[in-house]
């Protein structure tokens, strides 16, 4: 074999390992883009059954006005259009904190804990935060796979020449202790 016949082959193989790679890393973009949009889904959910919760309690709870403040400008924030993961894992979080306001102030509304609206919306509620939870453990192993892949060698000169950025994690904010449990619902 010649010289010349060595660096075609070289050529040959950098070059289909520079296809492979791509390939990969977009294929790895679109599995974090799919599982980003499955956790948008259960939050809209969530979002669509905080006004039917806060009207099943509102006849109950009048002298609760401020919780329920708090709760509407939760979601109201949570809704909004957020620059970075950090801003919309935060204001998940506060929302979270505001649900489970209104869930330990139902403890002294006995009439409201014995209404089937308001239990089937607290179920509901309950069901949704567990998917928004199992769809961000899914998206953040997303996320770690493509980052992994995008930051490794030598993927990572592919990942550089077509600018593949690595993504942010969806996690809770250190020290939201209150955040990391699921809504508790006790009767």
């Known amino acids: 074999m010649s010289g010349i016949s060595i660096v075609i082959i070289g050529l040959v193989v950098a070059v289909i390992y520079g296809v492979l790679t791509y390939n990969k890393l977009i294929a790895l973009r679109n599995y974090v883009q799919e599982s980003w949009s499955d956790i948008e889904v259960q939050m809209k959910r969530r979002?669509?059954?905080?006004?039917?919760?806060?009207?099943?309690v509102k006849g109950y709870m009048?002298?609760?006005?401020?919780?329920?403040?708090?709760?509407?400008?939760?979601r109201n924030s949570a809704?909004?259009?957020?620059?970075s993961m950090e801003e919309?894992?935060?204001?998940?979080?506060?929302?979270?904190?505001?649900?489970?306001?209104?869930?330990?102030?139902?403890e002294n509304?006995?009439?409201?804990?014995?209404?089937?609206?308001?239990?089937?919306?607290?179920?509901e509620l309950r069901d949704t935060e567990d998917k928004i939870q199992a769809a961000r453990r899914f998206y953040n192993g997303n996320v770690?796979?493509?980052?992994?892949?995008?930051?490794m060698f030598p993927s990572n000169i592919v990942a550089s020449?077509?600018?593949?950025?690595?993504?942010?994690f969806f996690?809770?904010?250190?020290?939201?202790?209150?955040?990391?449990?699921?809504v508790a619902v006790k009767f």
């Open 79 to 83: 809704m909004a259009p957020h620059s």
């Open 109 to 123: 509304y006995p009439d409201l804990k014995a209404n089937q609206n308001f239990l089937q919306l607290q179920q």
């Open 88 to 106: 919309v894992a935060q204001s998940e979080n506060v929302l979270t904190g505001a649900l489970k306001s209104v869930f330990a102030l139902s």
């Open 161 to 168: 020449w077509f600018k593949f950025e690595t993504r942010e």
């Open 62 to 74: 009048k002298h609760e006005s401020a919780t329920l403040e708090k709760v509407i400008q939760a």
């Open 171 to 182: 996690e809770l904010a250190d020290g939201e202790d209150a955040a990391r449990q699921p």
């Open 144 to 151: 770690m796979a493509y980052n992994t892949r995008v930051e």
């Open 47 to 56: 979002y669509d059954l905080i006004p039917n919760l806060l009207e099943s």
